[in-house]
Structure formats: structure tokens, C-alpha cells
């Protein structure tokens, strides 16, 4: 059983700014004109977080309720989506999580919290695998990031392998 909880945090489409940006560029640089939708969330992964922290956490930290929708655990997707995430490779500064983990402190400064994210794409359209390997490869920069797993890990504690010599 994890203790991990899942938080996705998406604009509302009249605030989905980044989303709309990211649909102009799909036809216009990748040419891909059978893109009918796109949307982008944020994934917060926490851990090590009381449930009344969690609870003020969720509308405070991880969304704002006025432009924000808000899915715990797993977020509401058509057939026709095509769905991948990016996360910062280990050892890379997650700026936003960094960020998550300094404001939950405000609201209860003896949590321990434990929090990453990602940031996961829901593509709408018909897409050959081609293509969705190229916007794969426009959204996802090599030097700083890889394809998010989208399993909830039981864990958020990262575990080295040590090598020998």
C-alpha cells in the first residue's frame, strides 16, 4: 500500500495558457495538423503529509481554485488522448517541487513532506506513433529530462545503487 498521494492540477481551458501555446506549436513547427486538443497538468506526487495538511495544501499549494481544476489519484481522460508525462532526471533541481515542499512547511512547519512532480501532456487527435514520438521529442529536453513513469510509486524516498570497484 503507498502513502503516496497524487494531485494533478490543470488550467481551467479559458486559463490554459501553455496548453493553447503548445497546440500552435504542434501544427505550426512539428506540421502536425490532426491535433484537435491539448491540455497540460502539473503532477504533485507527496508524501510524509498529514491529512489536514494535505487537505489546506490541496486548494492553497497544488492549485488555485479560481483558474485551476483539481483531480486527486488520476485525472478524467478521453479514449482519443494520448497521454505522457516529463520529469526531471534525479539529481536535477525541480524548481516547483522545491517550491511545493517550502509552502506546505508555511502551513505546519514539523512536516517532513516529501514531493515531486511532472509535468504530464494529454494530446487529443489522431496521431501516428511518428508523430507522437516527435512531440514526444519537442517537449522533452534530454539534458535535464526524461519521460515520466506514469505508476504511482510506492515511495518517493530515491534509492541509489552503490557501484563497486
Not at 502513502?3 to 490554459?16: D, L
Not at 506549436?25 to 494535505?54: A, G, H, K, Q
Not at 516527435?134 to 513513469?149: H, L, Q, T, Y
Request: net charge negative; proline share 4%; charged share 30%.
Amino acid at each position: 500500500m503507498s502513502n503516496v498521494k497524487r494531485v494533478y492540477s490543470e488550467k481551467k481551458p479559458e486559463f490554459a495558457v501553455k496548453a493553447k501555446e503548445l497546440g500552435e506549436e504542434i501544427s505550426s513547427y512539428l506540421n502536425i495538423d490532426t491535433v484537435t486538443n491539448v491540455r497540460v497538468l502539473i503532477r504533485y506526487d507527496i508524501e510524509n503529509i498529514t491529512d489536514e495538511t494535505y487537505r489546506k495544501a490541496l486548494v492553497t499549494v497544488f492549485s488555485e481554485p479560481p483558474v485551476d481544476l483539481v483531480y486527486e489519484e488520476d485525472f478524467r481522460h478521453g479514449d482519443n488522448e494520448h497521454i505522457f508525462g516529463v520529469e526531471y532526471l534525479p539529481g536535477q533541481f525541480d524548481q516547483r517541487a522545491d517550491s511545493a515542499v517550502q509552502c506546505v512547511k508555511l502551513l505546519r512547519e514539523d512536516e517532513d513532506v516529501v514531493i515531486k512532480t511532472a509535468v504530464i501532456y494529454a494530446i487529443e487527435g489522431s496521431l501516428t506513433q511518428p508523430q507522437l514520438d516527435k512531440i514526444k521529442s519537442f517537449c522533452i529536453n534530454p539534458v535535464d529530462s526524461r519521460e515520466a513513469d506514469m505508476d504511482k510509486p510506492d515511495t518517493l524516498v530515491t534509492v541509489f545503487r552503490s557501484r563497486r570497484m
